[in-house]
Each structure stands twice: as structure tokens, then as C-alpha cells.
């Protein structure tokens, strides 16, 4: 493949990835009237595809918007080494990363989640406080249309929600009443999905296929809530470009980026005075590692070989609760109509560290209740139309997100064998839950099912760690102020080299129990804003001047 050079743009800013941590430093970064390129290795998603208000729905709805890279093998997607793991990493490779396909619940981490080394003497502290991070959350709730009631309990005040509430529904007033009498926290959920009409969103018609696309326009996904803004603004979107080398002069400063164009096999490099990698917890190790050179030996970034390390995922359990009253559970929100965090914490009487959010789902349509979160083979034998009767509209699910601990040993490597189409060396995982994380399981799924008991359920079905649940790709360049310790700093400045930043979820030093998606847009913001502040004084590469 021949290179083409381009020297005549020099961007202030290339990012690799457009998700939602490159889409929200994007849009910073030319509000500031700097000139930004995004390098993207997808396209815009093509939501006709999703087919949610058809009856055959459930039956295509995995044609084209498969969680899971290695079974969707689209032209975008790189294959990933998933043998030795446990869970399953699932993202979307295109024009808004994993917002494409995320369920939208929308958290924010607590305060114990920034202090766990000092709360609970394991994992790290994280290099700022949640009082620090707050007015950032804010900042990105309203950029991506949150919905949800304000004044939730289990957090500080100053979490508002924008965007008023899903209404409740019998489901959820169920398990309201349960939780009520037991004395245990609920709280509708809260969610990047608009309940009125919110810049460009529509209002949410609870159709339940947010996984698979939003093709009513009503989840905040970042193609829609960001990209089109960030054009306007003159940032440069690239997409089919799939960069495969960060590159770097003799004094170690990154000069840009060597990317492939899909559409005509060529290789270009893209020069940038400042590099922003973006590309989830898998992708950037992986690119990170594949730029090792001269001057950087081990991978780029990579001098407290800590590149890789500490994955976290946030193993999954369901716990299925049937009832004989019937209610419509195949209706959205997807991800969670409520949710409770009453065993989030630590707590000195249990044999585990950490917790647990569980978030009160529907079970779906007729085919969905057939499905692996029941345990086993699901619905299907003799008994099948029997058991999609029992099922169909008298269920609920807790989904149990447990907190991950960060280990070593759970890490992103580069394959030796397996490569993409482009030559790219194949990401590895290696991950196993833990003695801690199969503790903290079981306990939380025996208390879900006393949830469902006292909610009514006449019986319930437990499924432990789901294998395909892995959206939540955490913790493999993380942040810290120790160089020997850190990949990056607490502004998600690369140690090694000064003008390389990383700011997607792979800086977390601790993955809390909730959805990331609110943590990491937050922290996108503040660490561009940062990079913004301190432009004129930002290292450049001699070759990019």
C-alpha cells in the first residue's frame, strides 16, 4: 500500500473515534476555535435497518445492529481474541461508537466511586473528586437530553435531570411498593432519551428496541446530538479511516496519525499538533500498543507497562421474576425503567468489597422471553408455547451491574496471529471474574429475588455473569499522578508524551456499578476543556508547527 502524505493539514486536534468521549472533546475543542479532525473507522449507522415498529422486528433486529463485533463482522469491525474471557466485549464501530447500540441508562458515578483505595484500601483513588466532576455532568446532561426525576437520594444534590420523566408504569409501581415496604432505595430511571421534544431528538414513543438502533430519533446517540453540531462548527469528520499507528518524532511528541482509507486501501498520515485517541477501552490499548517504535519500545504511552492492564467490564447476572398479573414489559425504556442502588456500597458485614445497581427491565417481545437471561436453553422444547404464555407480558428482570475491581491480570493485549482486514494486529482480552465479583454476585442475586418475591413473583430464574454483556470497557490506560503507575494524568495527558491525550472510559481507575456512558462524556469535557485552557503552552512536535 502506498503512502500519501498530506502536510498541508496540520489540524490542531486529530482524534481518533467518533463515540461519545470523541464527539463531546470534538465539539469543545471547536467551540474554541481550534481546527479538529476526527478519524473515524465506520460510518453513519443506517437506521432503516433497525425496523423497530415492524412485527418482525425481534427477528431482524441482529442483522445489522449485533452487539457483538465478532458475529456482526462488518466492514468496520476488527475481530477480537475473546477465548480466555469471560464476558464478551460489545461496541459499535461507526459514526456515534457505542451510543449506537447503548440502552442509554445515564448515571453518574458517586462520591465513594472517586475514593475507593481510601474507603475501602483496594483499586486507586481517582486524581479529582466527584464535587470536581459535578458541574461537567451537568454541563453533558443537557447536551444529551437527559430524562429522569431529580433529587435522587443516593447522590448529593445537584443531580437534575433536564428533561422530565417516563411516566410509571404498573411494572414499576410494583416494585416500587415492594421496595417501600422492605425499606430499600428504588428510583425511576434515568436515561439519554427524550421524553419531550429536546434539540434534535424526538419524544420517545417506547417502542423497547434502544439497543438496536433508535430509529425514532429519541435516544441521544451521538451521531445525531453532536456530530451535526460539530460539522457546523468546521470540524473535519472522516469516516472509513481506520487508524493503525500513532506516530511520533525523534523526541517521543506525537506528529499525528497513519491511518487506512477502507473505501480505496490507501494509507495516510494525518498530521496533528495535539492527538486525541478515543476508541473505548479494547480499541485504544490496542492502538496504543500497535504504535510502539524506537523511542517507545513497549507501545506508545506505555513506559509503567500499564497499557492494557486493569480491564474492567462490569460483569452482568439477571435475576427473572414471573408474575400471573399481567403488564406490558416489552415496552421501553430498554435499559431501565427503574433502578435501585440500596447495595451499591461496601458494607462491613458482607464478605465482598463494593456493590451493585440494579436496573428494572422488561423482558421484551414474545421471542425475547425465549432468550439466554432465562438460564439455560430458555423457552425452547415441548413446553415452548406454554412457556412464551407464562412469559410474554408477566415478567420483569433486575439486571445486576456489578462493580469491577481493577486487576492486572484482566488486561488488552496484541494477538500474535490474528489480525484485521487492514493488517492491524487483533486485540486479545484476557478477563475472569474474580473471588470478590462471584461473592458480590450471588449475594445481590439472592436479595434481587427476595425483591421479586415481595414484588409477587411466584417464581423466579437466575441467570450468573451473562457472557455477551460486556459494553462497559473500562480501566486500560488509566489515569493517576504517578508515571510508574498511570498511563495518563488526571486531565487524561499522557505521561510519556506530552501532546498525546486518551479520553474515553479507558482512564476510569475504578468502574463504579453504574452505566459509564454519563462518567465518561463528563470527563471528555473537562480534560478538553483543560487541553482548551492550556493550548499555548502545549508541547508540539517540531514537524507540526
Not at 473515534?17 to 471547536?30: H, L, M, N, Y
Request: proline share 7%; with cysteine; hydrophobic share 35%.
Amino acid at each position: 500500500m502506498d503512502l500519501l502524505s498530506r502536510p498541508r493539514d496540520v489540524y490542531d486536534v486529530v482524534i481518533v473515534g467518533a463515540g461519545p468521549s470523541g464527539a463531546v472533546a470534538a465539539k469543545r475543542f471547536a467551540e474554541a476555535g481550534m481546527s479538529v479532525v476526527c478519524l473515524e473507522q465506520g460510518e453513519y449507522p443506517d437506521y432503516s435497518q433497525s425496523r423497530g415498529e415492524d412485527p418482525e422486528f425481534e427477528l431482524t433486529r441482529d442483522q445489522y445492529f449485533s452487539w457483538n463485533p465478532n458475529r456482526r463482522q462488518a466492514p468496520s469491525d476488527y475481530p477480537i481474541n475473546d477465548a480466555e474471557s469471560d464476558v464478551s466485549p460489545l461496541m459499535w464501530n461507526g459514526v456515534g461508537g457505542g451510543s449506537v447500540i447503548y440502552a442509554a441508562a445515564w448515571h453518574r458515578f458517586k462520591p465513594s466511586d472517586f475514593r475507593v483505595r481510601t474507603l475501602d484500601g483496594v483499586a486507586d483513588d481517582w486524581p479529582m473528586t466527584y464535587e470536581e466532576l459535578a458541574p461537567f455532568y451537568a454541563r453533558v446532561e443537557e447536551d444529551f437530553s437527559v430524562s429522569g426525576v431529580p433529587g435522587d437520594t443516593a447522590f448529593p444534590d445537584g443531580f437534575e435531570p433536564p428533561l422530565p420523566p417516563f411516566a410509571l408504569g404498573d411494572m414499576e409501581r410494583r416494585f416500587a411498593a415492594a421496595h417501600d415496604r422492605l425499606g430499600w432505595h428504588w428510583w425511576p430511571g434515568s436515561n439519554a432519551i427524550a421524553t419531550v421534544k429536546h434539540g434534535s431528538l424526538s419524544p420517545c414513543v417506547r417502542r423497547g428496541s434502544c439497543l438496536w438502533g433508535c430509529n425514532d430519533a429519541a435516544k441521544a446517540s451521538v451521531d445525531r446530538t453532536h456530530w451535526p453540531l460539530c460539522i457546523s462548527l468546521g470540524v473535519t469528520l472522516i469516516q472509513r479511516a481506520r487508524v493503525i499507528k500513532v506516530e511520533t518524532d525523534k523526541a517521543g511528541l506525537a506528529t499525528g496519525v497513519t491511518y487506512v482509507d477502507r473505501a480505496t486501501g490507501t494509507v495516510h498520515f494525518q498530521a496533528g499538533r495535539t492527538v486525541v485517541i478515543a476508541a473505548n477501552g479494547v480499541g485504544t490499548p490496542r492502538l496504543l500498543l500497535a504504535s510502539a517504535s524506537s523511542t517507545h519500545p513497549d507501545g506508545l504511552a506505555n513506559s509503567s507497562g500499564m497499557v492494557g492492564k486493569r480491564l474492567m467490564i462490569h460483569p452482568f447476572s439477571t435475576v427473572v421474576g414471573l408474575f400471573n398479573e399481567f403488564f406490558e414489559d416489552w415496552q421501553g425504556p430498554y435499559g431501565q425503567r427503574a433502578y435501585s442502588l440500596e447495595f451499591a456500597e461496601s458494607s462491613p458485614d458482607r464478605d465482598f468489597l463494593r456493590g451493585a445497581k440494579w436496573q428494572l427491565m422488561g423482558t421484551g417481545g414474545p421471542l425475547a422471553a425465549t432468550e439466554s437471561t432465562w438460564g439455560g436453553s430458555g423457552a425452547w422444547g415441548p413446553s415452548f408455547h406454554e412457556q412464551v404464555r407464562s412469559r410474554f407480558g408477566h415478567s420483569a428482570i433486575w439486571g445486576i451491574i456489578a462493580e469491577d475491581l481493577p486487576e492486572e491480570s484482566n488486561q488488552i493485549t496484541l494477538d500474535p496471529e490474528l489480525r484485521d482486514s487492514d493488517g492491524m494486529p487483533a486485540p486479545k482480552v484476557s478477563y475472569r471474574t474474580s473471588e470478590n465479583t462471584r461473592r458480590l454476585l450471588a449475594f445481590h442475586e439472592q436479595h434481587a429475588d427476595m425483591s421479586m418475591r415481595e414484588a409477587g413473583a411466584y417464581d423466579t430464574v437466575v441467570s450468573p455473569i451473562v457472557r455477551e454483556t460486556g459494553w462497559h470497557l473500562l480501566g486500560t490506560a488509566c489515569m493517576g499522578t504517578d508515571p510508574r503507575t498511570s498511563v495518563v494524568d488526571g486531565y487524561g495527558r499522557a505521561h510519556d508524551v506530552p501532546n498525546l491525550f486518551v479520553f474515553d472510559g479507558s482512564v476510569m481507575p475504578t468502574s463504579g456499578c453504574v452505566n459509564p456512558t454519563g462518567t465518561v462524556a463528563a470527563l471528555a469535557l473537562r480534560n478538553a476543556e483543560a487541553a482548551v485552557e492550556s493550548a499555548r503552552s502545549q508541547p508540539v512536535s517540531a514537524e507540526t508547527r
